[in-house]
């Protein structure tokens, strides 16, 4: 019975482990991961957020959904950022993983008589357990190459987070200024239609020509053109924007039009100059830090290795029985000679890739200040056109308006005025392009900084 004591050993230990349960992909597991955010909940999360870069907000949409209410949502109920989260979990376990120390080894075999004299002779065996104590070596610079590849990941999401919710306040802005376009032509609707009307009459009375009359009807044409399309873009707008916020494409909601975008930009441009944002920028790109915390994991990996050069020695206790009914214990060590494999090429396989991890930290951080430079400029130069652009069309409502007294007082004919209309016009639209992009830059600003700043000045 003496030797098989390891198999109830093993026995005894695989009692503890741990079981099998399925986790299928049906209609059913489908549905419950798909279903909406409940506003409630979003509610509650968005209140004790804990981020490194955004602020907890006092989520309400019940007159409208803010921009910092969609960087919130996006944040708690985007589809994306749950399997991105589940990262979380896999390096907290790499981290267990790397504290577990190796199994010992158990081996058994028995040596039965079975021809020759075998009288007075019993069943010989013999066992042995060992453990391979040079796992102690690397265990310490294991573990902590886990730890920084778990705060890495960690901030790896924390960026990830970070983004989504600029995207969907990037929606915001792109859609807001959509249904300003949409809401500005639906206002000249009217006016391009009286336009035609009294062209159409002018010509019937023999007081316009076809050419004008043509003319008018193409860009009548043009114009209804322009509406479809601005209202195609509302639409595709605001699927994006529930598509970031992890809704579905048909669920009711509706976006704060009274926003004070031009407060925002102004608070913005006060606090974010080229040397604010380049000042500890290393420190907010929270991918720059987890690109220095996955470095450093690498480093700890490279030792390891070295350590690992540490010849194999297993330690163990041999105990023996032979045919004469002899029984022997003693100790057992094996150790590996590093004749051939010095495990040099591990090492030259982690110092490679300690290089790229350095060169690829580098190139980020340069990109990163190239980029906030170039956004910080882009900004102050359309900021200079939209002051421009303001007054132009400030000068160009005038006109319309003294050309509208005008024809009603027959010192104009109605060919000039609409002239006029269309360059009016042209000026919003543009206008509205410019702050719509000014907008979309700020936004752009704050992602590739790392500093969040609220719509409001009571948001964080």
């Not at 006092?58 to 109920?77: H, P």
């Not at 160009?396 to 007294?405: F, T």
Request: net charge positive; hydrophobic share 40%.
């Amino acid at each position: 019975m003496r030797h098989i004591w390891p198999c109830l050993i093993v026995s005894g230990i695989l009692t503890g482990c741990a079981a099998y349960h399925p986790m299928p992909i049906d209609k059913e597991s489908a549905a419950k991961a798909l279903r909406p955010a409940d506003m409630a909940t979003v509610k509650v999360d968005a209140a004790r957020l804990n981020h490194p870069l955004l602020k907890p907000v006092k989520f309400d949409i019940a007159n409208g959904l803010s921009m910092d209410d969609a960087a919130i949502l996006a944040v708690v109920a985007n589809p994306e950022l749950k399997a991105e989260r589940d990262r979380l979990a896999v390096a907290s376990a790499q981290v267990l993983k790397s504290g577990i120390l190796p199994n010992p080894n158990v081996s058994m075999d028995v040596d039965l008589p079975t021809g020759g004299p075998t009288k007075g002779t019993v069943n010989a065996y013999n066992t042995l357990t060992d453990w391979n104590i040079t796992s102690l070596v690397t265990r310490g610079a294991e573990i902590a190459a886990a730890r920084h590849e778990d705060r890495s990941v960690a901030l790896d999401v924390a960026w990830k987070e970070w983004q989504i919710a600029e995207a969907a306040r990037l929606h915001f802005v792109r859609l807001y200024w959509a249904q300003k376009k949409y809401s500005l032509l639906k206002e000249r609707e009217k006016d391009v239609g009286e336009r035609l009307k009294a062209l159409e009459k002018a010509f019937a009375m023999g007081n316009e020509t076809r050419l004008n009359l043509d003319a008018a009807r193409a860009s009548c044409q043009q114009f209804r053109l322009l509406l479809e399309q601005t209202k195609g873009e509302v639409g595709r707008e605001t699927l994006a924007l529930h598509k970031v916020l992890g809704l579905p494409p048909d669920y009711r909601i509706t976006i704060k039009g009274d926003t004070d975008f031009k407060g925002w930009l102004g608070r913005l441009l006060g606090r974010l100059t080229e040397k604010t944002c380049l000042q500890g920028l290393d420190k907010r790109r929270l991918d720059l830090v987890a690109l220095k915390e996955g470095y450093q994991a690498q480093e700890e990996r490279l030792r390891a290795q070295v350590l690992a050069q540490f010849p194999k020695i297993n330690i163990g206790l041999l105990n023996a029985g032979d045919t004469g009914a002899i029984i022997t214990t003693g100790p057992s060590v094996s150790i590996g000679l590093p004749v051939f494999d010095r495990n040099q090429g591990n090492i030259a396989i982690e110092k490679a890739t300690r290089q790229r991890l350095f060169d690829e930290y580098m190139a980020r951080l340069f990109g990163a200040r190239a980029e906030v430079s170039a956004i910080i400029e882009n900004m102050r130069s359309t900021e200079d056109r939209v002051a421009v652009l303001n007054q132009a069309v400030r000068d160009k409502r005038r006109l319309y308006d003294d050309c509208r007294r005008a024809v009603k007082e027959g010192n104009l004919d109605a060919v000039n005025l609409y002239q006029v209309l269309d360059d009016l016009m042209a000026k919003e639209l543009e206008l509205l392009k410019l702050k719509g992009g000014l907008c979309e830059l700020a936004v752009a600003l704050e992602a590739a900084s790392g500093v969040y700043s609220p719509l409001s000045p009571q948001g964080g």
